[in-house]
């Protein structure tokens, strides 16, 4: 099944199309304007996403060889994210369906991260343990099987992601401030500062990340600017500690709980190096199998919309010319265990 994916949720214009498990195309296009601003300004993002939408799924249909008259069906990332982001996709993705006369199905932005993760993958077994970790997002996920899905815990307050970019603003580092952090890292002492880590309490799988960053705020306050200019490395390696530190126990715990054999990340944060060396390692030592996705499929792309698509109209299940953008949508089980 050749399906077109296309991803407008905050400010990656993206479109791509699939032949089945086969990415075809993946045409990717990172608005620039908002890291002057530090952070996504979702007017901005909006109208890039119309000035950009119709260039790059021409873009993403021409690479792919494939005429349009070919595809047998389109998917959209209908939420959770930016309304006015997600309309200029909805809508763009209704007119083509009418069009082509094909159909199309809204998805979950949430489920397109796991996707972009088994792109990866040739070999796994559900079910399947999920760390989804992005800029809006921090969740441990069980996948029962194709589109059905447990959350078994949540951030209850910032994502990992947005405490990576915060944390970066203040250190005066670049948006998004994630992969800065990363690189800056690599040359740091995670030791040099300890960073809290919020386990809350009982055995729970949620997950808490303004107290980090507050943490940082008032290192920085205390200690005068020429001994920070001078450990920013270090102060970048041991706020990633902390951040990586949590996000691995409780994943481990939750593996241990459930009796997991597969454990995946995906979403943005997934790129990250410390995150991936450690999971990979513990999940080494308990016997799990570590899927781990392309860099390329973490942060935000189509490809991952799309082959979350194909399983949905595979299953015979589209979406009506009533579909609209949800900036709150939660993850559903699509089908029943
Ligand atoms: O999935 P994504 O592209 O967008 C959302 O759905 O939010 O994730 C973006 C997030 C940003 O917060 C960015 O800083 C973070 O992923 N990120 C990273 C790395 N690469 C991207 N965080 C830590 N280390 C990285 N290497
Ligand atoms: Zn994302």
Redesign the pocket.
């Known amino acids: 099944m050749k399906v077109l994916g296309i991803e407008t949720?905050?400010d990656?214009t993206s479109a791509a199309v699939i032949d089945d498990d086969r990415v075809l195309s993946s045409i990717i296009s990172s608005q620039e304007i908002h890291s002057r601003f530090g952070g996504v300004v979702p007017e901005l993002a909006s109208r890039a996403h119309v000035r950009l939408i119709t260039p790059i799924v021409r873009k993403a249909l021409q690479s792919s060889g494939i005429d349009y008259k070919k595809l047998d069906g389109i998917a959209v990332t209908c939420g959770p994210?930016l309304v006015g982001a997600l309309l200029v996709g909805v809508n763009f993705v209704k007119g083509l369906s009418r069009a082509l006369n094909i159909p199309f199905i809204g998805v979950n932005?949430l489920e397109g991260?796991i996707y972009g993760n088994l792109l990866s993958q040739k070999n796994y077994q559900f079910p399947i343990l999920f760390l989804i970790?992005?800029?809006?997002?921090t969740m441990l996920i069980l996948m029962k099987d194709h589109l059905n899905y447990q959350v078994l815990g949540q951030t209850r307050d910032d994502?990992?992601?947005?405490a990576?970019?915060k944390g970066?603003k203040m250190l005066g580092l670049g948006y998004?401030?994630?992969?800065e952090?990363?690189?800056r890292a690599k040359n740091g002492d995670p030791d040099f500062y300890k960073f809290p880590r919020a386990w809350l309490k009982g055995q729970n799988f949620d997950f808490s990340y303004s107290g980090l960053k507050t943490a940082l705020l008032v290192y920085l306050e205390q200690n005068p600017p020429s001994a920070i200019s001078k450990h920013i490395d270090d102060i970048c390696a041991s706020y990633?500690a902390a951040a990586v530190e949590v996000l691995i126990k409780k994943t481990m715990n939750a593996a241990k709980h459930f009796g997991i054999k597969y454990v995946g990340v995906a979403?943005?944060?997934a790129?990250?190096?410390l995150?991936r060396e450690q999971l990979t390692e513990e999940c080494g030592k308990q016997g799990i199998i570590m899927l781990l996705p392309e860099p390329i499929y973490?942060?935000?792309n189509a490809a991952m919309i799309a082959r979350a698509g194909l399983e949905y109209l595979n299953s015979g299940i589209t979406s009506g010319q009533n579909l609209n953008a949800y900036p709150n949508l939660k993850i559903k089980s699509a089908k029943k265990s």
């Open positions: 949720s905050c990656e994210g932005h991260h970790v992005s800029g809006g997002h994502a990992v992601g947005e990576f970019d970066a998004p401030g994630g992969p952090i990363d690189r990633q979403g943005g944060v790129a990250n190096s995150l973490c942060t935000d």
